[in-house]
C-alpha cells in the first residue's frame, strides 16, 4: 500500500489518543517501545493486552480489551498477527462511532477488515509503522543515529 506524505501528517497531526493493541511490557518489543515513542511525543497512549491487564504501564492503566477501555481514542494501532485484525475492528467500530484511524503496524494487513472500516470513513493504514514515519515525516530520523544535517525535500 502506498499512502501519501501529506496524509500520513495529516493523521498524526489531528491524533491525540491512541490505542495500542498488543503492546508488551518487555522494552525490547518493539510494541513498547513505539508505545514509549508515541507518548513521548504527546500522544495519550492506552495500552490494551489482555495479559497485562490490570497493571499500569507507561502511565496509564492497561485494559484488555478495546471494549474495557472508558475514554475516547482517535486512532488504534494494531501490533497483533493479521488474523486477529477482523475482530479488532469489528471491536473499534463497536466501541468508538468517532474513531478516525485504525493503524496495523508492520507486517499486519488485512483488506476485508480495512475495507469494513474505511466504508465507515475510518482512515486506515496497513504495513506501516507510526514512529518510523513520524520520524521520517517531521525530520527525526538520522542516518546512524547522528543528525546528518540532510532534511528531505518530501518535508
Not at 5 to 23: E, M, P, S, W
Not at 67 to 82: G, H, K, N, Q, Y
Amino acid at each position: 500500500m502506498t499512502y501519501s506524505d501529506d496524509f500520513l501528517r495529516n493523521v498524526l497531526k489531528r491524533t491525540q489518543t491512541i490505542a495500542v493493541v498488543g503492546i508488551s511490557a518487555n522494552p525490547a518489543r518493539p510494541s513498547y517501545y513505539v508505545a514509549r515513542y508515541l507518548g513521548l511525543k504527546g500522544y495519550r497512549v492506552i495500552p490494551v493486552n489482555p495479559g497485562l491487564a490490570g497493571q499500569r504501564l507507561l502511565g496509564e492503566m492497561v485494559y484488555g480489551d478495546l471494549a474495557e477501555v472508558p475514554d475516547d481514542v482517535d486512532m488504534v494501532d494494531i501490533f497483533r498477527r493479521s488474523d486477529a485484525v477482523p475482530g479488532i475492528v469489528d471491536a473499534a467500530l463497536a466501541r468508538w462511532p468517532k474513531l478516525q484511524t485504525i493503524w496495523m503496524q508492520i507486517g499486519v494487513e488485512h483488506a476485508e477488515a480495512a475495507a469494513k472500516a474505511q466504508a465507515r470513513g475510518i482512515d486506515v493504514i496497513q504495513n506501516r509503522c507510526p514512529k518510523i514515519e513520524y520520524q521520517r515525516l517531521f525530520g527525526e530520523l538520522r542516518m546512524v543515529g547522528f543528525n546528518t544535517g540532510i532534511v528531505s525535500s518530501k518535508l
